[in-house]
């Protein structure tokens, strides 16, 4: 099946630096990426729709300037936390889906996630 | 907006034993519902997917999920569990329509027990 890689899969970083985490599709091409954050014992929450070529589209509540993403080619999105704080430290998980004859599938592949510790 | 509802955060079970897992969403419009496991340490892998047709769904692993709309459920069954089969499920729903973004709900974590 489908794979999706993260990297790195865990970073520990002092308040105030950046760090950019990337997420590949290593066998299939993918317009469209997408970043979510989960909690400890929580579900997965969307941060933003990455898309290849293209500004990303961030959900309600996200601070657009805080994450950086950028989806430079088909098989690879960047997400960068800017200045990060304590309360940035989560499980960020990104996922592509590849595309059926050209329309959407609806199967997302997941990546392993990046454990991010700020302290 | 849409939500999920995943109405048991823990379902301990014995190996061999049935076990459904429950989920129930909301939304205005029409929708596609999925099932993913996680695996301690492991991402989100897919076990099953309604988008159309018929509302009894079967995936990988011997697990399958019935789409009732009337009462906008969509629970995952096995009729025999594993050890193996311990995890975090989660159902999540999409309003498809060319959009892939998905609503997660908080996820069950089933234990199988010998």
């Known amino acids: 099946g489908a794979v999706v890689s993260q990297h790195p899969s865990w970073v520990i970083c002092k308040s105030g630096t950046s760090v950019k985490i990337e997420c590949r599709s290593l066998d299939f091409q993918a317009t469209t990426m997408f970043w979510y954050r989960q909690f400890p014992k929580q579900s997965l929450m969307l941060m933003a729709t990455s898309n290849e070529g293209s500004k990303a589209t961030y959900e309600q509540g996200v601070e657009k300037d805080k994450f950086l993403i950028n989806h430079a080619s088909l098989t690879l999105s960047t997400l960068t936390v800017t200045s990060a704080h304590p309360e940035d430290s989560s499980f960020y998980i990104c996922?592509?889906?590849?595309?059926?004859?050209?329309?959407?599938?609806?199967?997302?592949?997941f990546g392993p996630g990046t454990r991010l510790t700020v302290t | 907006a849409q939500s999920v509802t995943q109405l048991d955060s823990q379902v301990p079970v014995f190996e061999e034993a049935p076990v459904e897992l429950r989920c129930n969403y909301s939304s205005s419009v029409s929708v596609y519902l999925f099932w993913y496991v996680q695996y301690p340490n492991q991402g989100l892998q897919l076990l099953l997917k309604?988008?159309?047709?018929?509302?009894l769904v079967k995936g990988i692993n011997g697990f399958e999920a019935e789409f009732n709309k009337s009462q906008t459920s969509f629970h995952l069954r096995k009729p025999s569990v594993h050890i193996s089969d311990t995890a975090e499920y989660f159902c999540?729903?999409?309003?498809?329509?060319?959009?892939?973004?998905?609503?997660f709900g908080k996820g069950t974590k089933l234990t199988v027990n010998p």
């Open positions: 999540a729903v999409s309003e498809g329509g060319g959009s892939e973004k998905l609503v």
């Open positions: 996922s592509a889906s590849p595309p059926l004859f050209g329309r959407p599938s609806y199967e997302q592949y």
């Open positions: 309604y988008l159309s047709g018929s509302t």
